[in-house]
């Protein structure tokens, strides 16, 4: 159904992530007739434009990043656009900034219901709800007020709860929806459909049939121009500790007792509080950190972590992670967690690997059966899809055994289009669906397992940085990790 009349304001309203994913994401719901029929899209941010020369400026965004494939309604689309300049944290422009939307709503009924988006950088995140709140702008007498906000959710613990504190001081939890873009992924919500909708996988997945669960997330690019930001995160705080850790919540987590979002949110919560934590001296044989140094790929010279723009030449920040971890419940006691996320690996891939565990007696020679025999592989991007491998008579004498396939993709169902993630996320928040969204108590769950791991990591003495050549696997001794254990990361293809 379609969501109710609103206006949409998007704070950072100049910034790269409105004109790449925020308006074309917008542009695709109005194309599909998925937007209200009073609608209004007003965008703020300090540049000074006009309503015509934001309007142009996201007209090109939509022409040059769009999602469907259809130009003929921008025009349309473009005339529900508004634009207001504003210092975030001057008192006076949110007066004005009240104004404009009182003048919006009575000019096109939209009625109170308002949402911000908070696409800016993450030190105004303790200002902007302040200011908003000084306006009344989070009352909800007159409608719905919604808060949504970007990735970080704090640094650590610690400033995670003075954000978790500052945002709930005039906002309730309700109100805010806290984008992990992971979740907005078709293939990641499948995770759901594909565990809880099969008779054939639900009695296998746990402890006593699965051996271990590997989790990649490979980038081939590298920070490009975000060295100033990554400085100050790192693969761990922007990969690890939001989408990876999303994603093994929906692979671990119990079914829940609905489809409702606090039910699902509860049992990713349980899974995070099940995290067993690291003790100081098992953070060295666990953990790996990363930084990739220049090489050649295909022969050109791809420039090293530190030569990028933004990044301090001596940058201790590691732009690969790797973690072995456990989840100390019923179902996954004893079972090992491997996850690795990098840059500048060979590969763009994300996927959730289940091995399962062998047969108790192997009639047959073992050198048949190799490693990547009895896997299921859940294809999270790209070429989404699931893939089964198996092991199968060699048609002929004697008992050969081979590995085979059953594989589907997402692209075989034809004319099924995947949405985008901000699509379905930006759809949800007008709707008020909170499922796919990051709930505070599970962001602190994330952070209180990450935080000892940080603060180990801060003393190369305690966990070195390793380097690799950009467009290899991440550092060799990340095989250590796995290896010791008998077995091998999944290399996809
Ligand atoms: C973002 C990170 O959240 O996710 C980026 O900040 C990363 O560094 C990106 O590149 C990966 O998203 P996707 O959808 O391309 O896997």
Redesign the pocket.
């Known amino acids: 159904y379609n969501p109710e009349n609103h206006i949409y304001v998007i704070f950072g309203a100049s910034g790269d992530l409105t004109k790449r994913k925020l308006v074309p994401a917008l542009y695709a719901l109005f194309v599909q007739k998925m937007l209200p029929e009073k609608f209004v899209l007003l965008g703020v941010s300090r540049s000074d434009f006009s309503d015509d020369e934001f309007r142009n400026r996201m007209k090109e965004a939509i022409i040059k990043y769009k999602e469907i494939d259809d130009e003929s309604q921008i025009d349309k689309f473009v005339k529900k656009l508004f634009y207001t300049p504003i210092s975030f944290d001057d008192e006076i422009h949110y007066k004005n900034l009240l104004n404009k939307i009182k003048s919006l709503r009575e000019e096109f009924g939209t009625n109170g219901n308002t949402i911000f988006y908070l696409s800016t950088p993450p030190n105004v995140y303790g200002i902007i709800p302040q200011r908003l709140t000084s306006v009344g702008l989070n009352k909800q007498d007159d409608g719905w007020k919604r808060l949504i906000i970007e990735?970080p959710f704090g640094y650590d613990l610690e400033s995670a709860i003075k954000l978790k504190d500052l945002l709930l001081k005039d906002w309730t939890e309700e109100q805010i929806y806290r984008i992990d873009?992971?979740l907005g992924?078709e293939t990641v919500q499948n995770l759901l459909v594909t565990r809880f909708s099969n008779g054939i996988f639900e009695p296998l997945w746990n402890r006593n049939y699965i051996h271990h669960i590997e989790i990649t997330?490979a980038?081939s690019?590298g920070?490009e121009k975000?060295g100033g930001y990554?400085e100050s995160?790192g693969a761990l705080r922007?990969?690890v500790q939001?989408?990876l850790l999303q994603v093994v919540g929906l692979t671990a987590m119990e079914p829940p007792s609905s489809l409702e979002a606090s039910a699902i949110r509860n049992e990713i919560l349980k899974v995070f509080q099940s995290l067993r934590p690291f003790k100081k001296d098992e953070i060295k044989n666990n953990t790996i950190r990363g930084q990739y140094t220049s090489s050649k790929i295909k022969g050109e010279v791809v420039k090293g972590y530190r030569q990028e723009e933004g990044v301090n030449p001596e940058s201790q920040t590691e732009t690969y992670a790797a973690l072995k971890f456990y989840i100390d419940n019923w179902r996954w006691g004893g079972v090992p967690f491997y996850i690795r996320t990098g840059?500048r690996l060979p590969t763009?891939v994300?996927e959730v690997v289940i091995h399962f565990k062998e047969t108790p007696h192997f009639l047959f020679a073992k050198h048949q059966m190799n490693n990547s025999c009895n896997m299921l592989i859940i294809r999270i991007?790209p070429d989404e899809g699931i893939l089964l491998k198996f092991g199968m008579k060699t048609p002929g004498a004697g008992f050969e055994v081979q590995n085979v396939n059953m594989d589907f993709h997402y692209s075989d169902l034809t004319n099924q289009r995947i949405p985008p993630?901000y699509e379905r996320l930006l759809h949800d928040t007008m709707k008020g669906d909170s499922t796919l969204f990051a709930r505070t108590d599970e962001v602190l769950e994330a952070w209180k397992f990450l935080t000892p791991v940080l603060e180990c990591w801060k003393n190369d003495k305690n966990v070195p940085l390793l380097g690799y050549p950009a467009g290899t696997w991440g550092p060799e001794h990340a095989d250590d990790l796995i290896e010791g254990d008998g077995r091998h990361w999944h290399y996809p293809c």
């Open positions: 990735k873009h992971y992924k997330s980038e690019i920070v975000r990554y995160s922007d990969m939001n989408h840059k763009r994300t991007q993630a």
